[in-house]
């Protein structure tokens, strides 16, 4: 399916919807991702329409990490860097919905990595 991205500005913690692009259901909240606040590791807070999900094993330098949701992984993320860009693995568990699942790497990529954050 089609999947839209909107940071939400004004925020003290990155705060991020995803939502759904398709045509007969645009513009309907999938799920907002917040990053909590944490002294020394990466916090989020994940609240969708398919439940709960959390970040889990993520290595010292956000190279790789599991999404699970409820509990249970649905996907295995790893990050390579190459000279001029990066690339991911992404293992999705096959009844998960995958342009969603794709969406929330995208979003965690962006607080994970902008320095600006």
């Known amino acids: 399916g089609l999947i839209k991205i909107q940071q939400q500005m004004l925020h003290l913690h990155p705060t991020f919807n995803i939502l759904s692009a398709r045509p007969n ?6 799920a907002v991702v917040k990053k909590k606040f944490a002294f ?23 190279h790789s990490f ?11 993320v790893s990050k390579t860097f190459f000279s ?11 009844d998960e919905d995958h342009a ?13 990595y902008d320095k600006k954050n």
Do not use: C, M, P
Not at 25 to 30: A, H, I, T, V
Not at 100 to 112: G, P, T, Y
């Open 40 to 62: 020394f590791h990466q916090k989020f807070n994940i609240e969708s329409i398919y439940g709960n999900y959390s970040l889990e094993g993520l290595d010292i330098f956000a």
């Open 84 to 94: 001029l860009s990066d690339t991911y693995g992404v293992e999705i568990a096959g």
């Open 66 to 76: 599991t999404l699970a949701k409820n509990g249970q992984t649905v996907a295995i």
């Open 25 to 30: 259901d645009s513009d309907r909240e999938l």
């Open 100 to 112: 969603f699942i794709l969406a929330l790497v995208i979003v965690l990529d962006q607080v994970l």
